[in-house]
C-alpha cells in the first residue's frame, strides 16, 4: 500500500515570497500524484496532477509541483504567494493496490500580508 | 458544468439519532466516494460505488453506516445510530471512469454535529 507524509504541519510565507509545500510517498510501480486544496468550511479542490511525462506540472491558480523519483517527492511550489492562497494543502497519491487516494493530514498555508 | 452536489451543508443531532446525507455526482461521473474528514486530519475513504456497485466498503462502519446509489447517480450515506465520534465532515466525490488517472471533483461537505 502506499504512503504520503507532509512533514510540515504548517507553512508561514509573506505576501509575494516564493513558497514551497514539501510531500514525500512511498509507491509500488509508477505513480499516480495529485495535490488537492481545501478553503475553510469547503470541499477539496483538485489543483494539479502527474501521471506521466515532465517531471514539472503546472496547475491551477499559478501552482505548480515537481516529481522528483529518486526522492519520492512531490512539492507543491509557487513563485509568488497571495493571502488567499491560505488554506490546507493535501498530497494524495493514488494507491494502486487499493485503488483509492491516500491523504494524510494535510499542512496548512498561512500568507501574511 | 454543475459541480458535486450535498445536502444538507450543516446537521446537528443527538447522539443515538439517525441520519441522512445526500450527494449527486457531476453528470456521466460513474465513480462515486463517500469520504469522513475528521476536524484535523485528512479524508478517510468510506465507500466507493462504480455505478451502482460498491467496489470498496472496508472502511465502512457497517453495524451503523450504509449507503446506496441507486440507479448509478445520486447517492446517500445514512448513520443509525449516531455516535459523538461520527462528527465530523462527509465529503462526496465523484470522477470519470476508474483508472488512477483521473481526478476526483469533491462537493462542499456535510458537516455532521453529535450532541
Known amino acids: 500500500a502506499q504512503s504520503v507524509a507532509q512533514p510540515e504541519d504548517q507553512v508561514n510565507v509573506a505576501e509575494g515570497n516564493p513558497l514551497t509545500v514539501k510531500c514525500t510517498y512511498s509507491?509500488?510501480?509508477?505513480?499516480?500524484l495529485f495535490w488537492y486544496v481545501q478553503y475553510p468550511n469547503r470541499g477539496l479542490q483538485f489543483l494539479l496532477k502527474?501521471?506521466?511525462?515532465?517531471?514539472l506540472v503546472k496547475g491551477s491558480y499559478g501552482f505548480e509541483a515537481e516529481f522528483n523519483k529518486s526522492q519520492t517527492s512531490f512539492h507543491l511550489k509557487k513563485p509568488s504567494a497571495l493571502v488567499s492562497d491560505s488554506a490546507l494543502y493535501f498530497c494524495?497519491?493514488?494507491?494502486?493496490?487499493?485503488?483509492?487516494?491516500?491523504f494524510g493530514t494535510g499542512t496548512r498555508l498561512l500568507v501574511s500580508p | 458544468e454543475a459541480g458535486v452536489a450535498q445536502s444538507p451543508r450543516y446537521k446537528i443531532i443527538e447522539k443515538r439519532q439517525s441520519v441522512a446525507f445526500w450527494c449527486n455526482p457531476i453528470?456521466?461521473?460513474?465513480?462515486l466516494y463517500w469520504y469522513q474528514q475528521i476536524l484535523g486530519q485528512g479524508p478517510k475513504l468510506l465507500i466507493q460505488?462504480?455505478?451502482?456497485?460498491?467496489?470498496?466498503d472496508s472502511q465502512l462502519p457497517k453495524d451503523r453506516f450504509s449507503a446506496e446509489r441507486l440507479k448509478g447517480v445520486d447517492s446517500t450515506l445514512k448513520i443509525q445510530p449516531a455516535k459523538l465520534e461520527d462528527s465530523a465532515v462527509y465529503l462526496c466525490?465523484?470522477?470519470?471512469?476508474?483508472?488512477?488517472?483521473?481526478?476526483?471533483?469533491f462537493g462542499p461537505g456535510t458537516r455532521l454535529t453529535v450532541l
Open positions: 466525490a465523484s470522477r470519470k471512469g476508474s483508472g488512477g488517472g483521473n481526478e476526483q471533483f
Open positions: 509507491v509500488s510501480g509508477n505513480p499516480y
Open positions: 502527474y501521471i506521466t511525462g515532465d517531471n
Open positions: 494524495a497519491p493514488w494507491d494502486t493496490g487499493f485503488q483509492k487516494l491516500v
Open positions: 453528470s456521466g461521473h460513474a465513480t
Open positions: 460505488f462504480q455505478n451502482n456497485g460498491v467496489v470498496d
